[in-house]
């Protein structure tokens, strides 16, 4: 089956502790995203990659860095400079950047 | 950027009534997108919209794009409980890549 699978589903932060969320998408999109979400709200682009290799910030970028070394991946790292971490993450990928995204199904990144 | 404002915020609404919500924009869009999230995970796309004026259908859930193509409607008929969760709208702006969602309609089904 196809899809975006995102990994862990529930993640634990250590103040001043670097953090990386996984994407992976067997969908062969070449466009993928990384939301936040806050409870009650909708969704913010951190980070979005139209294409390998390339990536560009979204709307909350600080604090937060991406890779796109291949296709299939967009890992997210939530660094110790992002204050308030605490939230819903969702990855998404797309067949281009117009085009309709399809969602993991989150990682929820706590902090002890 | 472009906002989408959405609504309502929230509707409580009894097993078997219809339910209507929309979402709007100072904005013309090209593409219109409905998805809907269950608690504690992703969204899942109901129905895209690509003409102004269009009207598709997704079982009981019916949505259209608006004529001005600077609003769009989603219906749900005869709700049940399944129903619940968050319903967003979406689409990317007129000229612009970048993908826009609304704030979401949160419902809630009473069996």
């Known amino acids: 089956d196809g899809g975006i699978t995102q990994s862990p589903k529930y993640l634990f932060r250590k103040e001043g502790q670097n953090v990386t969320l996984s994407c992976e998408q067997n969908l062969n999109h070449d466009a993928m995203y990384w939301y936040r979400q806050d409870p009650g709200q909708g969704l913010r682009l951190i980070y979005y990659?139209?294409?390998?290799?390339?990536?560009q910030k979204g709307d909350i970028a600080e604090g937060y860095s991406v890779s796109r070394e291949k296709k299939e991946s967009f890992p997210l790292t939530v660094t110790s400079a992002q204050k308030n971490p605490t939230a819903f993450y969702l990855c998404?990928?797309?067949?281009?950047?117009?085009?309709?995204?399809?969602f993991g199904d989150g990682t929820r990144l706590s902090i002890l | 950027g472009q906002q989408l404002n959405q609504s309502p915020q929230s509707m409580f609404i009894q097993e078997g009534e219809d339910v209507s919500m929309n979402c709007t924009s100072s904005s013309i869009f090209n593409t219109w997108l409905w998805y809907k999230q269950d608690p504690g995970e992703g969204p899942v796309l109901l129905i895209a919209?690509?003409?102004?004026?269009e009207l598709t259908s997704n079982g009981r859930l019916t949505a259209q794009f608006g004529i001005t193509r600077k609003d769009s409607f989603l219906n749900i008929s005869a709700s049940i409980p399944s129903d619940v969760g968050i319903y967003f709208c979406a689409g990317p702006p007129y000229n612009n890549n970048d993908m826009r969602f609304g704030a979401g309609t949160r419902l809630t089904v009473k069996p």
């Open positions: 990659s139209q294409i390998v290799n390339d990536f």
């Open positions: 998404a990928s797309s067949v281009g950047p117009n085009q309709p995204q399809h």
């Open positions: 919209l690509y003409k102004a004026g």
